[in-house]
């Protein structure tokens, strides 16, 4: 055990120091990558945002992924991983399920009391002061971490978050050698050229070449995120470090690090429009796979919306950042969308059968 842990301090040390001299080098030089072979993009002779896959594999065979949350110890993050796994496990061998196994990275460094409940991998945080307050930019540097020490058994990884509750079996939407990652209206390379290319050189093509995404949901080729995911971590370090960046692109900054790291290492992405919806501003489940409660409803008694003013009901997870909601949450009022009295349905459901809930 002594050894172990030696090599172990050992190890981190010299990690703690690559990242400082990606820093330092990022922030005085534009990034260079050794990238693999040309983008696949002018491959597609179709518009890359779409909403299904209409053809499955024809071998019949299943290509897993395994599905991976990174989440600090807070009882906030707590909460939603817990309910999120039960919702995991209810669909992991439903109809089309091509769901593996699941991990929560937790980016504690430490063991917490849910071990034993969802399956953990323990991923040492960031320098302290190094994320400068931006506790998102140990999700990549956890990733790194969990990739180079986990055995992954599956060729594939779903990547997503505490706040996601799974609402039917997920096929896997990648083929190709293409990711397949959710479009997000608010990340947008063009309009921030003149700082992407910071991080993006001209060489490597237009801006264009960046998908409007995120890491979460991303389903990916494992050996790809093993190549994105160091990128990853040293953008977004970089992004944090530059004044203007930090700025320009505020609480999604993260989101854009992966957008840019993806195109550098080539690897595209189909955009699935049908991949999650994002209450109260999507109404209806449909086809999708993910609720995404990241978004405040609020509702007046008559189940009209009244966002940006704290409704007679309302459902909103920063209510809970400090407790575990209870057991048993009132349902919205008449005439609230399906996608929120489903949301809700949901969290009472998991929570209702997760045993030693609030505790």
């Known amino acids: 055990m002594g050894c172990g842990n030696f090599f172990f301090t050992v190890l981190i040390t010299l990690s703690v120091a690559l990242i400082t001299y990606n820093i330092l080098i990022s922030a005085n030089a534009p990034l260079k990558h050794d990238l693999p072979g040309p983008s696949s993009r002018s491959a597609l002779l179709v518009d890359p945002v779409i909403k299904m896959p209409v ?7 299943k290509r897993l992924f395994h599905t991976a949350v990174t989440a600090s110890d807070s009882v906030y993050n707590t909460w939603q991983c817990r309910v999120m796994y039960y919702w995991y496990k209810k669909h992991r061998d439903g109809p089309n399920s091509e769901m593996g196994g ?35 930019l140990n999700r ?17 990884i779903l990547m997503a978050e505490p706040d996601h509750i799974i609402v039917k079996p997920i096929p896997n939407l990648s083929k190709d050698g293409l990711g397949a990652a959710f479009p997000f209206f608010y990340i947008e390379p063009k309009k921030f050229e003149s700082i992407i290319r910071k991080y993006f050189p001209e060489d490597k093509g237009p801006v264009t070449k960046i998908d409007p995404i995120g890491n979460s949901p991303v389903i990916i080729g494992k050996e790809s995120l093993k190549k ?15 004044p203007e960046t930090d700025k320009a692109f505020g609480w999604v900054l993260e989101m854009y690090g992966y957008a840019v790291s993806s195109a550098l290492h080539g690897v595209d992405n189909i955009l699935y429009k ?10 209806e489940i449909g086809k999708k796979f993910i609720i995404h409660y990241t978004y405040g409803c609020d509702y007046d008694m008559k189940g009209k919306l009244t966002y940006g003013k704290i409704g007679e009901w309302r459902f909103d997870k920063r209510s809970y950042d400090t407790f575990m909601p209870p057991r048993n949450l009132p349902l919205p009022p008449p005439g609230v969308p399906e996608s929120v009295v489903t949301l809700v349905k949901m969290v009472n459901e998991a929570t209702a059968n997760i045993p030693n ?3």
């Open 140 to 156: 990549p540097w956890a990733f790194v971490q969990w990739l180079q020490k986990a055995d992954i058994k599956e060729d594939y």
């Open 228 to 242: 994105i995911a160091p990128t990853w971590m040293n953008v977004s370090l970089a992004m944090k470090k530059d």
């Open 357 to 359: 809930w609030g505790s």
């Open 102 to 136: 699941f991990t929560r990275i937790l980016h504690s460094g430490k063991a917490d009391k849910f071990m034993e409940e969802i399956p953990t991998f323990i991923a040492q945080p960031l320098p302290a002061g190094m994320d400068q307050g931006y506790i998102v």
């Open 55 to 61: 053809e499955r594999s024809s071998s019949g065979k």
């Open 274 to 283: 049908d991949f999650m919806i994002q209450p109260p501003w999507d109404t």
